[in-house]
């Protein structure tokens, strides 16, 4: 077999690696001692806290949202399964803001955890694995949304692990390639049953059982495993059948809809969910189970009418084009009581990304595109289909129907943006084989690894000076008006 199709089916080594689990272990300590520190502060309900861990413990209770104040089901228009979630705290610690809020950080700490796996297996390098975990663990935005108890970072973390899962699949099908010609196989490509496929499919189907924005990344990534495959059987000089494919991500999505109606568990067990029995409520067939599911068909074009036209003006909304420049971030918790020694004193949970970082991701993401295009780099290209499928759609939508829309549904986009910064970082600190040999080669990495480390600390000197606004610390009024850097757009 010639070298240059080994190197080109080349994957990770899938030995384990206890150096990259260290550091991984490092970051995702800090990480989650960062998020649960003073977790149950503030000691009350805030901004959209007071939708979803009201109906988590509505639903450990009645086994779906509940409405109080009519003692019956309640109208809501996200899917159970993040308020599921949810509500294993409260059964753990109570109705309470650790209740409320541990599920939370502990999905923000995995998917740091999740993060540093992909960048080592993208990058082949611990200190960019470890660049990435440290760059998501000190964003302020992603820090806040780790300490309140909304659904955005449950859908993120279930994004993220399809990611990984279909990264996976692009090893494991290059090396069962691999594995067929080192055994003398030639012709067509033998049965490979892509198990990471599959797990993608259902993770994608628990995203859309938090949030149906999941639905965004469905086309982005089989679009990606599909160029993928080609690629490598190319590189084989294998045939093989795209009907093959397709009929492995037709599977793929069938356990994408399996495991996103599984999230409707207790709307489907239960005879008082909404619309649960609207057709026979109004005079229509229910038969079982097909009954149960056109009654499901309606709560959801229902819901779909509802976000299509909630375009009720908010004072924290934005656009799309504003959420990478942090044009308008959304103020949590904003109180101005006595006490820190000052004449005017403030204390504010703002959702605001670490600025030196967020700032980065543009330009970050302008230049991966000419490497992409100049490198010829899967690891380029699979980065930017990820951030596209997590901020395209929302231009259309703000273009179609105009939707009341808020800076935190770029999160899913968020680890996607990071490995931008750390892949534009890397190629500072690795020039490609034969652009610089001997000690030219040796600078440029030794001047790479320096720019590179410098940025790191501004963002965690940066990360650390916004901090007091990322957990409601109470300042002087001056201290946190200093903080305000965009003036009236970050009030």
């Known amino acids: 077999m010639p070298g240059i199709v080994r190197r080109r089916l080349a994957t990770l080594d899938s030995r384990l690696d206890p150096y990259s689990w260290l550091v991984t272990a490092v970051v995702v300590a800090l990480a989650a001692i960062l998020r649960l520190n003073g977790i149950t502060s503030p000691r009350k309900l805030i901004f959209d806290e007071v939708y979803y861990p009201t109906d988590a413990w509505d639903m450990l209770r009645h086994g779906v949202e509940w409405d109080e104040k009519t003692g019956g089901p309640a109208y809501v228009v996200h899917a159970p399964l993040g308020k599921w979630l949810i509500a294993l705290g409260e059964l753990a610690f109570g109705n309470t803001p650790l209740g409320w809020r541990f599920p939370v950080a502990i999905a923000g700490t995995l998917m740091i955890l999740i993060l540093i796996r992909v960048a080592h297996r993208m990058f082949r390098s611990i200190v960019l694995a470890g660049m990435a975990g440290l760059l998501m663990t000190l964003d302020g935005f992603h820090f806040v949304l780790s300490r309140t108890s909304m659904l955005d970072m449950f859908l993120g973390l279930f994004i993220l692990a399809a990611f990984a899962a279909i990264v996976l699949d692009r090893d494991h099908y290059r090396r069962r390639l691999l594995h067929a010609l080192e055994n003398g196989a030639t ?60 009929g492995w991500g037709l599977l793929s999505v069938v356990l994408t809809v399996i495991f996103y109606l599984s999230t ?28 149960a599911l056109l009654n499901l068909i309606h709560y959801h074009s229902q819901a779909y009418g509802f976000h299509s036209g909630l375009t009720k003006p908010h004072p924290y909304q934005s656009w799309p084009w504003q959420w990478l420049l942090m044009g308008r971030p959304v103020a949590f918790e904003w109180v101005t009581p006595a006490g820190c020694g000052a004449p005017s004193c403030a204390s504010e949970v703002l959702l605001l990304g670490t600025p030196i970082l ?13 490497l992409a295009i100049a490198r010829r780099d899967w ?20 273009a179609a129907d105009s939707r009341t829309m808020f800076s935190f549904y770029t999160l899913p986009a968020l680890p996607f943006l990071i490995l931008a910064v750390v892949y534009v970082l890397g190629a500072i600190m690795t020039p490609p084989e034969g652009m610089a040999t001997g000690a030219q080669r040796t600078d440029r990495q030794l001047i790479g690894a320096v720019v590179a480390g410098v940025y790191v600390v501004a963002v965690a000197v940066c990360f650390a000076y916004f901090h007091p606004i990322f957990v409601g610390e109470l300042i002087p009024y001056e201290s946190w008006s200093d903080r305000m850097w965009l003036g009236n757009r970050w009030i």
């Not at 207790?266 to 008082?272: I, K, Y």
């Not at 057709?279 to 038969?287: I, V």
């Not at 967020?358 to 000419?370: E, G, I, K, Q």
């Open 187 to 246: 012709g067509r490509v033998p049965t490979i049953v892509p198990w990471w496929l599959l797990t993608a499919g259902a993770l994608l189907g628990l995203a859309c059982g938090v949030k149906w924005n999941a639905l965004f990344f469905l086309p982005f990534f089989a679009a990606l495993v599909l160029a993928w495959r080609v690629q490598a059987r190319r590189s084989a000089g294998l045939r093989g059948s795209l009907f093959a494919d397709l």
């Open 264 to 291: 409707w568990i207790g709307w489907f067990v239960t005879d008082s969910g909404y619309f649960r029995h609207y057709r026979a409520d109004n005079g229509l067939s229910e038969p079982p189970v097909l009954g």
């Open 358 to 370: 967020w700032w980065s991701f543009l330009p970050a993401v302008a230049a991966l595109l000419w």
């Open 379 to 398: 690891r380029a290209y699979a980065i930017l289909t990820g951030a596209a499928a997590g901020l395209l759609p929302w231009f259309y939508f703000a």
